[in-house]
């Protein structure tokens, strides 16, 4: 069955620090992968976007690698603020065109000042 | 800036109750989507439509209804609302076509308790 898996539910971090969270995926082949951004009693908020030829996407401190030999997409968070705490989700696109787009479950980052 | 817009944030409503939840967008996007979303299973597709009457069955159709009788709107229907429809509702939207620009904007949601 299809499996979307983010390395863990809660993540914590220092301020300052660097916080690295996990994407993994078994039987897709997706198309492009995005991340998204969701705080408490609130929808996602798209951040990045990252196609399959891709390796690397940037965005001010924000870094997106993609894998798809490995299956994974890894996301970075530079020089991290406790304005940047929130719940994270990866989605993957097998098409193409966001018609259906497969989330994560999330992974609750807090960077603690 | 793209706005969807939910009717409600919070509703509670009694078991058995028929029950309308909202959505409107304001950026002529033929994709629309409704999910839920419960702790520790992430968001999970209910429907999606990708035109104007068409609606298309997502992962957790049973017990839900759409219709989308206008571009912009999107309705989700809770045909005899049980306990275990008690959840956080998001609607999504997105352009048709591919490539970027065509990430999902969601509402604010909707947070639903039937009692």
């Known amino acids: 069955s299809q499996k979307i898996e983010q390395n863990s539910e809660a993540l914590n971090i220092q301020e300052g620090k660097t916080a690295t969270l996990t994407c993994n995926y078994t039987n897709y082949s997706p198309a492009y992968l995005q991340w998204y951004r969701q705080d408490p009693g609130r929808g996602p908020v798209f951040l990045l976007l990252i196609r399959e030829n891709e390796k690397e996407k940037r965005k001010e401190r924000l870094k997106v690698t993609f894998d798809t030999t490995l299956k994974q997409s890894l996301f970075h968070i530079t020089a991290s603020q406790p304005a940047d705490s929130a719940t994270y989700l990866c989605a993957l696109d097998p098409s193409g065109g966001a018609n259906n787009l497969f989330f994560g479950t999330g992974t609750r980052l807090t960077v603690i000042p | 800036d793209v706005k969807v817009t939910q009717s409600s944030r919070y509703l509670v409503k009694r078991t058995g109750e028929k029950v309308f939840l909202e959505c409107v967008q304001d950026m002529d996007h033929e994709n629309m989507f409704w999910y839920r979303q419960d702790p520790g299973l992430g968001l999970r597709l209910i429907y999606f439509?990708?035109?104007?009457?068409?609606?298309e069955k997502g992962d957790i159709p049973e017990g839900y209804s759409v219709s989308r009788e206008k571009k912009e709107r999107f309705s989700l229907i809770l045909e005899s609302a049980s306990t275990n429809q008690t959840s956080m509702y998001l609607c999504a939207s997105s352009p048709r076509g591919g490539g970027a620009g065509t990430e999902a904007f969601f509402g604010q949601g909707t947070r639903l308790t039937v009692v």
């Open positions: 439509s990708y035109d104007v009457k068409m609606k």
